[in-house]
C-alpha cells in the first residue's frame, strides 16, 4: 500500500531533519518543501529538528558506507506505532540531495490525493559525473541577473546534476570582465567604474551557491583569443603571413604564454572555489595556427600538451594545485580527431578530456566518435546538444530524440566514459523563433528530452516509460508520449535521406546550388565512416531520387499523425500549452512539406546537370512550381523561413535562364558528387 503525504487535502506528514544539518542538507529539505508546495498545492508542511508525532520523512546524519562512492542514498519505510517513517541516509549531504529528489521523483497524484510508494532502495550513480555546460546568458557579471542564474542551479541540482561548465557569454572574450590583467602588466587596467570588481562578485556569488548545492564549478574556457588592444600595444607577440596579411600569435615568444597564463592564474586566485577551467581550443586562435619556428617540429597533439602545462602552471603559481581542467578534444583541424592519436593517454593527471558531440553525433550520419574512451581513460568527458543545432531546435521545431540521446549515452559510457555534460541552449517553440534561456527550456513543453538525459546518467537501464512517468508535465496525457517519439523521426526524415544529410544543418532551407554541393561534401568527412557506405544519394538515378523522396513524404505522414495526437489530447492539455503546440504543429507541417519539394528540386536540377536527359528539364520546372506553392504557403507562418527557400528556386531559375551548355556535368566535377563510372 502506498503512503499518504495528503488525505482530502490535508497535509498527513512531516519531515524530520535529525542531526546538526549543513547547507547542502537544509537545501534539499527546502527543495521538497518547496516542490510539494508549488507542484502539489500542499499546505501545512512542517521541518522539525526535534522529533515528532505521525508519518515523517526522517533526514539520518551522512556515513559511510563501505564499498560505496559519497553519492549513494539509502531510503527505507518502516512503521512505528501506526505511522510510517521514512528514513533517508546517504553517505554524505550531496548523497542526501539526491535522496530528496528521489522522493520528488516518486511522487505521486492518484484519486486527488498525493501519494509516495513505500520506497525501500540503496541508489549510486551510473555516471558519477554529470554536468552542464552553457555559455548564452543569463550574463554573470550583472546583479539584476543574478537571481535567474541562482535559480537555474537550484533547477539543476533537482536534476541531480553536480558539475557546471559555464562562461558568461559565447566564448572568445568572455573572460575579460572578469580580468584586471595585474599579471600582466601590457594589459593591466584600472577599475575606476567598479565593473571589474562588480563582476568579481557575481560570479563569486554564483559559484558559491554551485558549491552550497553540492557542485563543481569551472569557468568555460581561455585558449588563444585575443583582446583588441593586444596587438597594438605588443607587436612582437604576433607573427604576419607576408602572403595573406593574417597576424597570429608567435609560439616562440615568451610574453603569448605569459599572457596566457595571466589569465589562469588571475581566475584561480580570485575564485578560491573554482574547480577549475574548462579548456576550449576550437572556438578562437586555435595553438596549431599560432606561428612556430621551422625547428619546432612538434606534433599538433604535442602543442596541445603543452597548452595543458601551461595551464597547470599558472594554478600552481596561483596557490591552487587542487585545481583541474577540462580539455576539449573539439577543433577545426581538417584531420579532426587524428591530431589527438599521438597522445592518447598523455594528458596530464589533472586533466580531464573532453570530446564535443555536437558535431560527430548530430550530424546524425557520422559514426560515433573515437576518441572516448583512448584519450585520457578513466577521466572523459563526453558532451551532447540535446535541441541539437542539427535537427530543428534552432529553427523552433517539437524535436525531442528520445531514442537516440539514451542509445549514444550508453554506447559511450560502455567505453568507460565517466562524465557526460550537455548544452541547454535552446529556442522558443514555433515561427519566428527567438533563443529563450536555460531555465525556460527545462520548464519548458519539451522538457522531456532533457530529463531523458538527466535520468540516464543516474540509471543506464532506465527505460523511456518510467522517465516519462516520472517526468512528464502536468496535464499531459500518456497518448503525448507517443507525439514526442515520433518528432524525432520527423527530424530525421524531413532533414536527411537514409541519415546521410542533404539539407542545412540550423534546419533552415538552402539558398544555392553551390551551399547544396558544399552540404554533401561532409559525406567525405574526417571519421564518418557511415556515409563512404552512403554515397548512393550522390548518384543520378530516378531510382535513387524516389528513395529520398519517400522517405520525406514518411516525414510528412509522422507530423500529421503528431497533428492528430495533438488533437485528441486537446481536452486534456492546459490551454496554454495546447495553443502553443498547436501553432508550432501548422508551421512545422508546413516546414516539412516544403522540405520535401526542395529537397527533390535540388536533385532534379543534379540529374539535369550530370544525365541531359530530354525529359529532366521539364520534371525539374514542375517541381519548381510545386516548390512555389508550398513556399507560398509557408510564408504565410514564416516569412523568413520562406524567404530561405525561395533563394533556391531563384538560383536554379537564374541558371535555367543562362547558357547551359557550360554548367553541364560541372557537378560530376564537384568533390564528393561523382557520376558512377
Given at each position: 500500500?502506498?503512503?499518504?503525504?495528503?488525505?482530502?487535502?490535508?497535509?498527513?506528514?512531516?519531515?524530520e531533519?535529525?542531526?546538526?544539518?549543513?547547507?547542502?542538507?537544509?537545501?534539499?529539505?527546502?527543495?521538497?518543501?518547496?516542490?510539494?508546495?508549488?507542484?502539489?498545492?500542499?499546505?501545512?508542511?512542517?521541518?522539525?529538528?526535534?522529533?515528532?508525532?505521525g508519518?515523517?520523512i526522517?533526514?539520518?546524519?551522512?556515513?559511510?558506507?563501505?564499498?560505496?562512492?559519497?553519492?549513494?542514498?539509502?531510503?527505507?519505510?518502516?512503521?512505528?506505532?501506526?505511522?510510517?517513517?521514512?528514513?533517508?541516509?546517504?553517505?554524505?549531504?550531496?548523497?542526501?540531495?539526491?535522496?530528496?529528489?528521489?522522493?520528488?521523483?516518486?511522487?505521486?497524484?492518484?484519486?486527488?490525493?498525493?501519494?509516495?510508494?513505500?520506497?525501500?532502495?540503496?541508489?549510486?550513480?551510473?555516471?558519477k559525473?554529470?554536468?552542464?555546460?552553457?555559455?548564452?546568458?543569463?550574463?554573470?557579471?550583472?546583479?539584476?541577473?543574478?537571481?535567474?542564474?541562482?535559480?537555474?542551479?537550484?533547477?539543476?541540482?533537482?536534476?541531480?546534476?553536480?558539475?557546471?561548465?559555464?562562461?558568461?557569454?559565447w566564448?572568445?572574450?568572455?573572460?575579460y570582465?572578469?580580468?584586471d590583467?595585474?599579471?600582466?602588466?601590457?594589459?593591466?587596467?584600472?577599475?575606476?567604474q567598479?565593473?571589474?570588481?562588480?563582476?568579481?562578485?557575481?560570479?563569486?556569488?554564483?559559484?558559491?551557491?554551485?558549491?552550497?548545492w553540492?557542485?563543481?564549478?569551472?569557468?568555460?574556457?581561455?585558449?588563444?583569443?585575443?583582446?583588441?588592444?593586444?596587438?597594438?600595444?605588443?607587436?612582437?607577440?604576433?607573427?604576419?603571413?607576408p602572403?595573406?596579411?593574417?597576424?597570429v600569435?608567435?609560439?616562440?615568444?615568451?610574453?603569448t604564454?605569459?599572457?596566457?597564463?595571466?589569465?589562469?592564474?588571475?581566475?584561480?586566485?580570485?575564485?578560491?572555489?573554482?574547480?577549475?577551467?574548462?579548456?576550449?581550443?576550437?572556438?578562437?586562435?586555435?595553438?596549431?595556427?599560432?606561428?612556430?619556428?621551422?625547428?619546432?617540429?612538434?606534433?599538433?597533439?604535442?602543442?596541445?600538451?603543452?597548452?595543458?602545462?601551461?595551464?597547470?602552471?599558472?594554478?600552481?603559481?596561483?596557490?591552487?594545485?587542487?585545481?583541474?581542467?577540462?580539455?576539449?578534444?573539439?577543433?577545426?583541424?581538417?584531420?579532426?580527431?587524428?591530431?589527438?592519436?599521438?597522445?592518447?593517454?598523455?594528458?596530464?593527471?589533472?586533466?580531464?578530456?573532453?570530446?564535443?558531440?555536437?558535431?560527430?553525433?548530430?550530424?546524425?550520419?557520422?559514426?560515433?566518435?573515437?576518441?572516448?574512451?583512448?584519450?585520457?581513460?578513466?577521466?572523459?568527458?563526453?558532451?551532447?546538444?540535446?535541441?541539437?543545432?542539427?535537427?530543428?531546435?534552432?529553427?523552433?521545431?517539437?524535436?525531442?530524440?528520445?531514442?537516440f540521446?539514451?542509445?549514444?549515452?550508453?554506447?559511450?559510457?560502455?567505453?568507460?566514459?565517466?562524465?557526460?555534460?550537455?548544452?541547454?541552449?535552446?529556442?522558443?517553440?514555433?515561427?519566428?523563433?527567438?533563443?529563450?534561456g536555460?531555465?525556460?527550456?527545462?520548464?519548458?513543453?519539451?522538457?522531456?528530452?532533457?530529463?531523458?538525459?538527466?535520468?540516464?546518467l543516474?540509471?543506464?537501464?532506465?527505460?523511456?516509460?518510467?522517465?516519462?512517468?516520472?517526468?512528464?508535465?502536468?496535464?499531459?496525457?500518456?497518448?503525448?508520449?507517443?507525439?514526442?517519439?515520433?518528432?524525432?523521426?520527423?527530424?530525421?526524415?524531413?532533414?536527411?535521406?537514409?541519415?546521410?544529410?542533404?539539407?542545412?544543418?540550423?534546419?533552415?532551407?538552402?539558398?544555392?546550388?553551390?551551399?547544396?554541393?558544399w552540404?554533401?561534401?561532409?559525406?567525405?568527412?574526417?571519421?564518418?565512416?557511415?556515409?563512404?557506405?552512403?554515397?548512393?544519394?550522390?548518384?543520378?538515378?530516378?531510382?535513387?531520387?524516389?528513395?529520398?523522396?519517400?522517405?520525406?513524404?514518411?516525414?510528412?505522414?509522422?507530423?500529421?499523425?503528431?497533428?492528430?495526437?495533438?488533437?485528441?489530447?486537446?481536452?486534456?492539455?492546459?490551454?496554454?500549452?495546447?495553443?502553443?503546440?498547436?501553432?508550432?504543429?501548422?508551421?512545422?507541417?508546413?516546414?516539412?512539406?516544403?522540405?520535401?519539394?526542395?529537397?527533390?528540386?535540388?536533385?532534379?536540377?543534379?540529374?539535369?546537370?550530370?544525365?541531359?536527359?530530354?525529359?529532366?528539364?521539364?520534371?525539374?520546372?514542375?517541381?519548381?512550381?510545386?516548390?512555389?506553392?508550398?513556399?507560398?504557403?509557408?510564408?504565410?507562418?514564416?516569412?523568413?523561413?520562406?524567404?530561405?527557400?525561395?533563394?533556391?528556386?531563384?538560383?536554379?531559375?537564374?541558371?535555367?535562364?543562362?547558357?547551359?551548355?557550360?554548367?553541364?556535368?560541372?557537378?560530376?566535377?564537384?568533390?564528393?558528387?561523382?557520376?558512377?563510372?
Amino acid at each position: 500500500m502506498d503512503l499518504y503525504v495528503t488525505n482530502n487535502e490535508e497535509c498527513k506528514i512531516s519531515i524530520e531533519i535529525c542531526y546538526n544539518s549543513g547547507i547542502i542538507t537544509n537545501n534539499a529539505a527546502g527543495l521538497l518543501l518547496e516542490e510539494w508546495s508549488n507542484e502539489y498545492q500542499i499546505s501545512n508542511l512542517q521541518l522539525n529538528s526535534d522529533s515528532v508525532e505521525g508519518n515523517r520523512i526522517r533526514i539520518l546524519e551522512p556515513k559511510g558506507i563501505e564499498g560505496k562512492d559519497d553519492q549513494t542514498f539509502v531510503i527505507s519505510t518502516v512503521m512505528v506505532d501506526g505511522h510510517f517513517h521514512m528514513n533517508l541516509s546517504g553517505t554524505s549531504e550531496k548523497a542526501i540531495l539526491y535522496g530528496i529528489c528521489e522522493i520528488l521523483d516518486q511522487t505521486y497524484i492518484l484519486d486527488h490525493d498525493v501519494r509516495l510508494p513505500q520506497l525501500n532502495m540503496t541508489s549510486t550513480p551510473d555516471v558519477k559525473k554529470r554536468g552542464v555546460e552553457r555559455h548564452w546568458g543569463p550574463s554573470m557579471t550583472t546583479p539584476d541577473s543574478l537571481e535567474e542564474n541562482l535559480n537555474l542551479i537550484k533547477l539543476l541540482a533537482r536534476k541531480r546534476v553536480n558539475h557546471l561548465m559555464w562562461i558568461d557569454s559565447w566564448i572568445s572574450l568572455s573572460w575579460y570582465q572578469f580580468l584586471d590583467f595585474r599579471y600582466f602588466p601590457a594589459l593591466q587596467r584600472a577599475d575606476q567604474q567598479g565593473k571589474i570588481k562588480l563582476a568579481k562578485e557575481c560570479l563569486r556569488t554564483i559559484i558559491n551557491e554551485a558549491k552550497n548545492w553540492g557542485m563543481d564549478f569551472y569557468l568555460s574556457c581561455t585558449e588563444f583569443n585575443i583582446p583588441e588592444d593586444l596587438l597594438e600595444r605588443c607587436p612582437d607577440m604576433f607573427y604576419q603571413n607576408p602572403q595573406t596579411g593574417l597576424r597570429v600569435l608567435r609560439l616562440d615568444n615568451e610574453d603569448t604564454w605569459l599572457f596566457y597564463k595571466a589569465k589562469i592564474k588571475e581566475v584561480m586566485e580570485d575564485f578560491p572555489s573554482l574547480s577549475g577551467i574548462e579548456l576550449w581550443t576550437g572556438e578562437a586562435m586555435e595553438i596549431w595556427q599560432c606561428y612556430r619556428p621551422d625547428t619546432d617540429t612538434r606534433s599538433i597533439g604535442e602543442l596541445f600538451l603543452e597548452m595543458y602545462d601551461k595551464a597547470l602552471e599558472a594554478m600552481d603559481e596561483a596557490g591552487r594545485s587542487d585545481g583541474r581542467i577540462i580539455c576539449s578534444s573539439f577543433t577545426h583541424h581538417p584531420e579532426c580527431e587524428k591530431i589527438y592519436e599521438d597522445i592518447l593517454g598523455r594528458l596530464p593527471e589533472r586533466c580531464d578530456s573532453r570530446s564535443k558531440m555536437q558535431v560527430e553525433d548530430y550530424y546524425r550520419f557520422h559514426s560515433p566518435a573515437t576518441l572516448p574512451g583512448r584519450l585520457s581513460p578513466g577521466r572523459e568527458w563526453v558532451e551532447f546538444d540535446l535541441g541539437g543545432e542539427y535537427r530543428g531546435d534552432w529553427a523552433g521545431w517539437i524535436t525531442c530524440a528520445l531514442a537516440f540521446i539514451p542509445d549514444r549515452m550508453r554506447y559511450y559510457y560502455d567505453k568507460g566514459i565517466s562524465g557526460f555534460m550537455c548544452r541547454i541552449r535552446g529556442y522558443a517553440m514555433g515561427p519566428n523563433t527567438t533563443f529563450i534561456g536555460d531555465y525556460a527550456v527545462l520548464k519548458g513543453l519539451q522538457s522531456i528530452k532533457y530529463d531523458i538525459y538527466f535520468k540516464t546518467l543516474w540509471d543506464m537501464n532506465i527505460s523511456l516509460d518510467d522517465v516519462w512517468h516520472m517526468c512528464k508535465r502536468r496535464g499531459f496525457p500518456d497518448q503525448m508520449l507517443e507525439f514526442f517519439q515520433l518528432s524525432e523521426k520527423v527530424a530525421e526524415q524531413a532533414h536527411y535521406a537514409n541519415e546521410c544529410i542533404v539539407n542545412n544543418f540550423h534546419s533552415s532551407f538552402i539558398g544555392s546550388i553551390e551551399r547544396y554541393e558544399w552540404q554533401l561534401e561532409y559525406c567525405d568527412h574526417p571519421y564518418n565512416t557511415t556515409g563512404m557506405e552512403r554515397k548512393w544519394i550522390l548518384e543520378p538515378s530516378e531510382k535513387n531520387l524516389s528513395l529520398i523522396i519517400d522517405e520525406k513524404e514518411q516525414a510528412i505522414q509522422n507530423v500529421l499523425k503528431m497533428s492528430d495526437i495533438l488533437e485528441q489530447c486537446k481536452q486534456e492539455l492546459i490551454e496554454e500549452d495546447y495553443t502553443v503546440l498547436r501553432k508550432c504543429m501548422d508551421y512545422q507541417i508546413q516546414v516539412v512539406k516544403v522540405f520535401k519539394v526542395h529537397t527533390e528540386m535540388f536533385f532534379r536540377y543534379r540529374l539535369l546537370m550530370m544525365t541531359k536527359l530530354e525529359n529532366r528539364h521539364k520534371l525539374l520546372v514542375e517541381c519548381m512550381r510545386r516548390c512555389e506553392e508550398e513556399v507560398m504557403r509557408l510564408r504565410l507562418h514564416d516569412e523568413v523561413q520562406a524567404k530561405h527557400a525561395y533563394a533556391l528556386i531563384s538560383d536554379i531559375k537564374w541558371r535555367l535562364s543562362c547558357d547551359m551548355q557550360k554548367y553541364y556535368h560541372e557537378l560530376s566535377y564537384h568533390g564528393v558528387c561523382k557520376v558512377a563510372e
